[in-house]
């Protein structure tokens, strides 16, 4: 069974519908890239998947034992986040919140998933840092550590390289890379960015007037991805 399967799935808000038909599958270990114009959905379908808001109509089914509260999940950033006054080791730590159920504290356990995912994305010696004087790239590294204390098994990311320059851009998708290819981490992604679709998903979910899934190599010769192309990059 596939980790996360979407049918016939409709998505809104405040009693607007706005985009329904959505019919596709996630296996485990895949990266699925999601694409579409400003508007169109992508970021309530994650949350949508997270459980944060209820489907129009249709539904969301897991598979190998994944709960909605098991996703890692890194969100865009808002300024207000962007000046938040917590170390990194607080904010990482914190992405363990699933695991402590009742429990006021965290246990050595979560402090030592906090631990490895700091060391795994290069934030040790910032550990005792607030979260504000960091730069941006460091600032996502700090988010995907919290995400990964989240999960075993699957990530959404929504626009996770937003703001970052090209050499950051590039060391976050090879981070992101790494996590699905090598540590079996399934990816779903929303970007702007085509050619990192292209470059990195397994499959490319399409949303707009008409709704694409499909192999990468299926989008690319699809009239979804040529509409796309050709009206330029799209945001949000």
């Not at 992508?42 to 098991?70: C, F, H, R, W, Y």
């Not at 320059?165 to 790494?178: A, G, H, N, Q, R």
Request: with cysteine; proline share 4%.
């Amino acid at each position: 069974m596939p980790l996360l399967t979407c049918q016939d799935l409709s998505l809104g808000y405040e009693g607007r519908k706005i985009v329904s038909g959505l019919n596709f599958k996630v296996d485990s270990g895949d990266c699925l890239c999601i694409v579409g114009e400003n508007g169109s959905g992508k970021s309530t379908l994650m949350k949508t998947i997270l459980g944060l808001q209820a489907p129009v109509g249709g539904k969301i089914l897991t598979g190998d034992g994944l709960k909605p509260n098991e996703i890692g999940y890194l969100p865009q950033q808002t300024v207000v986040q962007k000046d938040f006054p917590a170390s990194v080791w607080e904010i990482v730590l914190s992405g363990c919140g699933n695991r402590t159920g009742m429990r006021p504290f965290y246990n050595k356990e979560e402090k030592r998933i906090a631990k490895e995912k700091i060391e795994k994305m290069g934030l040790t010696p910032l550990s005792k840092r607030c979260y504000r004087e960091l730069s941006g790239g460091q600032q996502q590294r700090v988010l995907l550590a919290r995400a990964l204390c989240a999960t075993r098994k699957m990530i959404l990311l929504d626009e996770p390289v937003s703001g970052l320059d090209p050499k950051v851009t590039s060391e976050m998708y090879d981070l992101i890379e790494s996590l699905n290819k090598k540590d079996g981490i399934t990816v779903i992604m929303i970007s702007h960015d085509i050619e990192a679709a292209v470059k990195y998903a397994d499959h490319v979910l399409h949303i707009g007037h008409e709704v694409f899934f499909g192999t990468k190599e299926e989008y690319l010769k699809s009239a979804s991805s040529r509409t796309f192309l050709k009206g330029g990059e799209a945001n949000g």
